[in-house]
């Protein structure tokens, strides 16, 4: 079964470092690419950027530039999204998903295996 | 402020036929394919529609898309109650930047 197995919930402060994981299986990680999604409470969908867990080609969201940084271990079929330091804005939802498609040919056929999702609080 | 519009909800009668709209621009659905994704309340995304008009394994028929120049829709017929979700549509943009619509809820009265 293709899978992707996101790491548990977060309460953090504000100031502090953290970094999420999303653990692939049932698949070739390293021949798709990884994309990471914020859900804010009570809103919609912001893709935050995309990884390539073969070469770690990434790609970020002009929004989410500098913010976040995004990474992946093939060896162990597992991305990450990770913060240097956390701001209350930052408590959200966070999904992975696996993307189908060719990004630099713009072939784009969605995300069809996603995360269950990391909770992150971020509260003092 | 989403790049793609979608209206903030929608509804309908069980059986009936309801669309939900996705407006673009030329840099982005007029020039890239569109997705649509489904969240139940609770859960993940849901990929339901991939380039334009395609349906993933396991989607029933009644749900369908459509791109005309800078918009799309979905299309869902024999409207049912467990059909009641956030919908979302999802575009590239020309600079390959990701860009979903604002989500569209749909209720089933």
């Known amino acids: 079964e293709v899978q992707l197995v996101q790491s548990g919930a977060e309460v953090k402060k504000p100031g502090e470092s953290l970094k999420i994981s999303c653990k692939g299986s049932g698949y070739s990680f390293t021949s798709y690419w990884i994309g990471w999604v914020r859900q804010m409470p009570g809103k919609g969908l912001e893709w935050m950027g995309i990884i390539y867990p073969g070469d770690s080609d990434t790609r970020y969201s002009p929004s989410f530039q500098g913010q976040v940084t995004i990474s992946a271990d093939k060896s162990i079929s597992t991305a990450y999204l990770q913060w240097s330091s956390l701001k209350a804005s930052d408590t959200a939802m966070y999904y992975c998903a696996r993307f189908l498609g060719e990004l630099n040919l713009f072939v784009n056929y969605g995300m069809d295996v996603w995360g269950q999702g990391t909770t992150v609080t971020v509260s003092s | 402020q989403s790049v793609l519009t979608q209206p903030p909800s929608a509804s309908g009668t069980p059986g009936q036929r309801v669309t939900i709209s996705c407006s673009g621009s030329?840099?982005?659905?007029?020039?890239?394919?569109v997705n649509w994704y489904q969240q139940l309340p609770g859960t993940a995304p849901k990929l339901l529609i991939y380039s334009n008009n395609q349906r993933p394994s396991g989607v029933p028929d009644r749900f369908s898309g459509s791109k005309s120049g800078t918009s799309a829709s979905l299309a869902i017929s024999g409207l049912q109650s467990e059909d009641e979700a956030d919908y979302y549509c999802a575009a590239w943009d020309d600079s390959l930047n990701g860009l979903f619509g604002g989500g569209t809820k749909l209720t089933v009265l």
């Open positions: 030329s840099s982005n659905i007029g020039s890239n394919t």
